[in-house]
């Protein structure tokens, strides 16, 4: 429940503050996501473990905006790829990473 109240939450305050004046394309919304994830990378090489912590929440806003922005069920969908993950082999059948 609380993940589909944050992904509602996020998706709000985005088209309040004007992000969703205009139409804005998924890859946009990916990208968004990803400069997030460089800034994590930038404040783990360089910052403090706080500006880690915001730029991890960062990144959870986006998607959780990204995802709200387009009805989806995240918090289903996390519960059901965890689950999915459990029974899936060590490291995934031999995967390096
Ligand atoms: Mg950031």
């Known amino acids: 429940m609380l993940i589909s109240k944050l992904c509602h939450e996020a998706h709000e305050t985005a088209k309040k503050k004007g992000w ?3 139409p804005i394309e998924t890859a946009t ?3 968004l996501i990803h400069s997030e994830v ?3 990378l ?3 090489r360089k910052g403090t473990e706080e500006e880690f912590a915001e730029e991890l929440a960062d990144i959870c806003i986006r998607v959780f905006d990204t995802a709200g922005s387009k ?3 995240l918090q289903h ?3 059901r790829k965890m689950e999915l993950n459990k029974h899936r082999p060590y490291k ?4 390096k990473y």
């Open 20 to 22: 969703y004046d205009q």
């Open 29 to 31: 919304q990916l990208a």
């Open 38 to 40: 460089s800034e994590a």
């Open 42 to 44: 930038e404040a783990d």
């Open 71 to 73: 009805g989806i069920d």
């Open 77 to 79: 969908h996390i519960l």
């Open 92 to 95: 995934h059948g031999g995967k």
